[in-house]
């Protein structure tokens, strides 16, 4: 997605907001504004969703999870992008997977939606959380 101008205020989605998202456990009737405005995910959330146990298990539910995720704009490991994860794991020792997510909200703008805050309150990101169940 290199080259793509980001109008600010725009969020990026982390896994565990998808996964809680297609679990129904969200209640914060934020998640519907934010996925009609905003449904951003970086490639490693597509990753982790698609390869999320349950739906190894469930054929009916894993075309259900491929269905919702189509409709995400999903950013790629580019240059920048690594670039940013490799000084955010030299600075913080971050999670390789976390990192990436985190530069990528940086690299292209977005603000990050997660209920996993500890993962990204150390990089210079807007994080907005949601009720859950």
């Not at 790629?76 to 940013?84: H, P």
Request: a negative charge; one cysteine or more; charged letters at 25%.
């Amino acid at each position: 997605m290199s080259g793509i101008k980001v109008v600010r205020n725009k969020f990026l989605i982390d896994t565990n907001i998808v996964i809680y998202y297609f679990n129904g456990v969200i209640v914060d009737d934020a998640i519907h504004c934010i996925l009609k405005e905003s449904f951003n995910i970086s490639i490693i959330t597509k990753i982790e969703f698609l390869s999320w146990n349950k739906l190894l298990k469930d054929d009916t539910l894993r075309q259900k999870a491929f269905e919702f995720i189509s409709h995400a704009v999903v950013y790629d490991l580019d240059e920048a992008v690594a670039n940013e994860t490799i000084n955010i794991r030299q600075r913080y020792n971050t999670k390789t997977p976390d990192a990436i997510i985190g530069a990528t909200a940086l690299v292209y703008g977005f603000d990050i939606v997660t209920n996993n805050v500890d993962d990204f309150k150390k990089l210079d990101l807007e994080i907005k959380t949601l009720k859950t169940v």
